[in-house]
T-cell receptor, first 113, second 115 residues
Framework: DAGITQSPRYKITETGRQVTLMCHQT?????MFWYRQDLGHGLRLIYY???????DKGEVPDGYVVSRSKTENFPLTLESATRSQTSVYFC????????????FGEGSRLTVL | QKEVEQNSGPLSVPEGAIASLNCTYS??????FFWYRQYSGKSPELIMS????GDKEDGRFTAQLNKASQYVSLLIRDSQPSDSATYLC???????????????FGKGTKLSVKP
């Protein structure tokens, strides 16, 4: 029972580079989410997806791109990383729209130098 | 701006005491309410959900919801050092960003239970 996995767990990159954070879930949950967590801001929604090929912006989408060609995968790409994108990124999934329990991955800690 | 507010803490209580965590929200259209626990360096995990006014108990945890006053609270009885963590309040808005399914999180309250 792998659940939801993120990779890489830790990443250091430089300003201007492209970075992709991977998220994979084995439950066939319809809904998937990307959050970032920063001191003083809590968890903020970047993008979400209701199903394969359906994605939409959350609270802080600028500078990020997502795709969802398969139900189980939801990669997050930083096209040109900036220092302000240094954060801990959490991928999450839920079974239905109205089920409150989000299942979180272990997080990806990204540092942009 | 739809908001979920929590005291950042830290809230410090002695072992065996009752810890009381509070959360207020701005949108009267909010439908569902959740408490997540997050240990340092770990991901959040759901500990309580509540959907209607009143109290909901689960073991040592009691969630309380008052929609008229727009607040939700979490009581932890017989607090243990293992309860030391950050507690996140999350609110499921009726409509946010085009989806009914999005949770808005508060910034969290850090709880410290002293032996």
């Amino acid at each position: 029972d792998a659940g939801i996995t993120q990779s890489p767990r830790y990443k250091i990159t430089e300003t201007g580079r492209q970075v992709t954070l991977m998220c994979h879930q084995t439950w066939s949950h319809s809904y998937m989410f990307w959050y970032r967590q920063d001191l003083g801001h809590g968890l903020r929604l970047i993008y979400y997806s209701a199903a394969a090929d359906i994605t939409d912006k959350g609270e802080v989408p600028d500078g990020y791109v997502v795709s969802r060609s398969k139900t189980e995968n939801f990669p997050l790409t930083l096209e040109s990383a900036t220092r302000s994108q240094t954060s801990v990124y959490f991928c999450a999934s839920r079974r239905t729209e109205n089920t409150g329990e989000l299942f979180f991955g272990e997080g990806s800690r990204l540092t942009v130098l | 701006q739809k908001e979920v507010e929590q005291n950042s803490g830290p809230l410090s209580v002695p072992e065996g005491a009752i810890a009381s965590l509070n959360c207020t929200y701005s949108d009267r259209g909010s439908q569902s309410f959740f408490w997540y626990r997050q240990y340092s360096g770990k991901s959040p995990e759901l500990i309580m959900s509540i959907y209607s006014n009143g109290d909901k108990e689960d073991g040592r945890f009691t969630a309380q919801l008052n929609k008229a006053s727009q607040y939700v609270s979490l009581l932890i009885r017989d607090s243990q050092p293992s309860d030391s963590a950050t507690y996140l309040c999350a609110v499921n808005l009726l409509y946010y960003g085009g989806s009914q399914g999005n949770l808005i999180f508060g910034k969290g309250t850090k709880l410290s239970v002293k032996p």
